[in-house]
């Protein structure tokens, strides 16, 4: 496992970096992207209160992807203000911004594709606790990594195991496990389930609708499917081609949906 | 809507298929699936991954390998005029000339089954000249017509073009074309929409009623979810453990589901409309739960696999009939069944 690196400059902890604000945890303002000159997210608005949940549906290449992304500037915006804790995350320099990375996590669509297969269970849970120096020692953080592999459901044993050991759901769960290590605020889901089974898509939305209850963290929550939205989030927003069309909470856009192109989403289902 | 004729085109009776494991017994991913598939009409088979369902297409076309076929027949009947031939008994040449040709059978992933290097018009004229007796020039006005029928816009300019310019659903359709294009009369999909978003599955999924409506074309859909089963299938088979554990009409499948596991399955898809529940019913639950008995079941023991007892595995189940039309499996020693032994198959088609 290796000796831990002398904490000489610690992080501060994740409580000390949020504010006091009253505001929503999150909010985006006018948030542009392009590809090649082309606009492929265009002014999208959108605010997510802490503890609570936003959709993001519509179809492949609608731009809900991109807009996660570019949330958490793994791709650049042309424009616009991601405010998260009432700070700009798009004006941060890189070393304020490893710093609020620590708070935002991502679980993606393909959960194979995720985890590297060269490294233990074990390691891939502890690398993000690791890298921001959050365990005193190698058995605080074995302790650490068997709590969190417990917490989403997976055997004590599977700390020791390689990701191709696993089925897709419990390689999910894996990523899950990794995701919420650092005590995020906010967890950006990705088509979270959509390679899964039904059957295990219901385990792990369960297992992430439990998680928010107990440690009150907030998801920006990506998904084609309408009805697996409905089920998870709160308030919803529909895309279509880079825009936002309609937003609300799940009530207002499922039972009263004011855009044609969200009632042809809920008539597809 | 003109009702089924009375020969089914398909009957697979008792079919078993075994994987070869190094260190241990075959593992058995088939056992004992049986039913009948009449002209027209659409069978779901639904499962989780591992439940066979998959397994049980392939062998219909002896794509099974590495599995081997243990035990069974699927006979095949032209017409009620013709003799039947056991699909499972054929090789080499003669089962290639029903692969994509009398049974056409489309994958979850079309890009994988695409040649990326080859126009898309082509491919289609390559596999209806392996399997008709058509000029090459006949063939590839087949796959335009074959492109146009699956309403891909302009399909003399799409013909030319490679998989790469066409979006995930548009392949999907590209590989519908090439299945239809040989006029099959049984089209195997196996989760044909899985990769697919919302909008263009319910695209896929009419086209593929299109054809059972207007070629007549039987379509044995290959699903995880029994969501699917609504609107696009006359009946489905639930399966689990290799077996087929539920059988019936789709919709007394969806309103009156009589094993516990298909309550499981239909409970843990999140819905579009109705109450939100905290927590979806997943399959673990079943598992945990003392075998809640559905009344309809009434003195039978719905068959379950336990992992946990090993004398489960050699105690004998079978199919009983508790309504027409409605089979569900259970332990053979729960009660007597009635009749020996029971082919599931409805000749209905569609109730509209």
Redesign the interface.
Known sequence: MGTEPPTDAPVPPATALRTTNDGPLLSVRDLSVRFDGREVVSGVSFDLSEGQSLGIVGESGSGKSTVARAVLRLIPAASGRVLFEGRDLLALGSRAMREARRSIQMVFQDPGGSLNPRMRVEEIVAEPLRVFRLAADGPTLRRRVQSLLQRCGLPPDAADRYPHQFSGGQKQRIAIARAIALEPRLLVCDEPTSALDVSVQASILNLLTHLQRDMGIAYLFISHDLAVVRHMCHRIAVMRRGMIIEHGTREEVIERPAHAYTRALIAAI | MSRAPATPLLEVLDLAVDFDRRDSTPLRAVEGVTFRLYPGQTLAIVG??GSGKSVTGLSLLGLQSPGRIARGRALWRESSSHDAEDLLSLRGDAIRAYRGGKIAMIFQEPMTSLNPVMRVGDQIAEAVRLHTDVSARDARSRAVDALAAVAIDEPHRRAREYPHQF??GMRQRVMIAMAIACRPRVLIADEPTTAL??????QVLTLIDRLRREQRVAVILIT????LVAGHADVAAVMHSGRILEFAPANTILARPLHPYTV??LR?????RGP?????????DLVRSVEPLSPGLAGHRPWWPNEFHEADRTRATVLIEPEEHHWVRVWADSKAPRGDWAIPGVQTTRIP
Request: glycine letters at 6%.
């Open positions: 989780e991954s979006s995930g978003d919302a909008t263009t599955q319910a995880h979810s029994l969501g499981a399955l843990c898809i999140p819905t579009i939100i529940r905290q927590r979806l019913t997943t399959v673990r």
